[in-house]
């Protein structure tokens, strides 16, 4: 069991460990407030400012997964137009006939262009790169683009869920944290008064 | 999460995963209605598409693959676009489907994790 990143003894006492997963630290799950804070020998304001913090870095992993989520569902549709272009290209080879188009030549200003003999295209490879593929070679790389496009977005999203059940365990210990401590207040409070008598 | 007033209600492991689970499919819920929202805007936009197919007397129609408008006749533009409003409907039914079903999800966890915090727990969208 993997243990997180503050506690000196694998979990047992209070709790249970939500292991790391890639690189993000896991939270660990109170049964019981109180062995919880007597386990980590801190107060319960000491406590709550630290597992505030965890949930901080939390928020920060969680800005950077969407921000790769939202590039890679752009891509992916780019890569399915491409295919659909390669497509369109073979097909119109083997009826022999020319591909006529507009292309843009800059915003708002289109020129018309007739493509007769449609032997190869190019793939821009990134950066200033580009290179030359026949048909039939083309669609290759471009359906494993698309592949790993769509297999890294399935892990990102994992990724995704996996924290959000780390930021919602963290959140509810410290409510929890807050409560017993509100709790623990009420009760020292109510104890002091017959002294008082 | 809502904060209580100082109760020491136990929370189980079980109690967090199903707190997690809601969670979970809250997002979900989310994704799927910009999913549907989506969905429902390219099948208006095909909708007009086809509309203008069937008003325009031109032979051949600049239909955009990819970066460039392709000169491609009517009749194939129609069949594409048939073809294309086909798959988006299909994904807008999926879409649906599962829509329900994590709604349907969501009222039993909602049910359960009420019925032992009560007041404690807030599971509403702000």
């Known amino acids: 069991m993997a243990s997180s990143s503050f506690s000196s003894s694998s979990s047992t006492g209070s709790g249970r460990v939500v292991e790391e997963r890639r690189g993000i630290p896991g939270a660990q799950f109170v049964e019981d407030v109180q062995i919880y804070l007597t386990q980590i020998s801190l107060d319960a304001n000491s406590a709550l400012s630290f597992i505030q913090q965890r949930l901080q870095q939390y928020n920060v992993v969680e800005m950077k997964l969407l921000t790769q989520q939202r590039d890679l569902q752009a891509k992916i549709p780019d890569i399915e137009k491409c295919v659909d272009a390669v497509a369109t290209l073979q097909a119109k080879k083997s009826t022999g006939e020319a591909l006529s188009a507009n292309f843009e030549v800059s915003e708002g200003i289109y020129s018309h262009a007739r493509i007769e003999e449609i032997d190869s295209v190019g793939l821009w490879l990134g950066d200033t790169i580009m290179l030359e593929y026949s048909l039939e070679e083309a669609t290759d790389p471009l359906q494993k683009n698309l592949e790993n496009a769509k297999a890294s977005l399935e892990i990102l999203v994992a990724d995704l869920q996996f924290l959000r059940d780390l930021v919602t365990i963290t959140q509810v210990t410290i409510a929890r944290v807050y409560n017993w401590d509100v709790h623990q207040r009420r009760i020292r409070q109510v104890g002091a008064k017959p002294a008082q008598d | ?126």
């Open chain 2, 1 to 126: 999460m809502q904060q209580g007033g100082g109760s020491e209600t136990e929370v189980t492991w079980e109690d967090q995963q199903n707190i997690n689970n809601f969670g979970r499919l809250n997002n979900r819920l989310h994704e799927l209605e910009d999913e549907i929202k989506f969905a429902k805007e390219t099948n208006d936009n095909l909708e007009d598409a086809s509309n203008e197919l069937i008003i325009t007397d031109e032979e051949v129609v600049r239909f955009q693959i990819g970066e460039v408008f392709a000169h491609v006749p009517k009749d194939e533009v129609e069949d594409r676009i048939e073809q294309m409003k086909e798959v988006t409907s299909q994904k807008l039914e999926k879409f649906e489907e599962e829509k329900e079903s994590v709604l349907g999800q969501m009222s039993e966890l909602k049910k359960i994790l009420y019925g032992k915090f009560k007041d404690s727990i807030n599971l509403e969208e702000d």
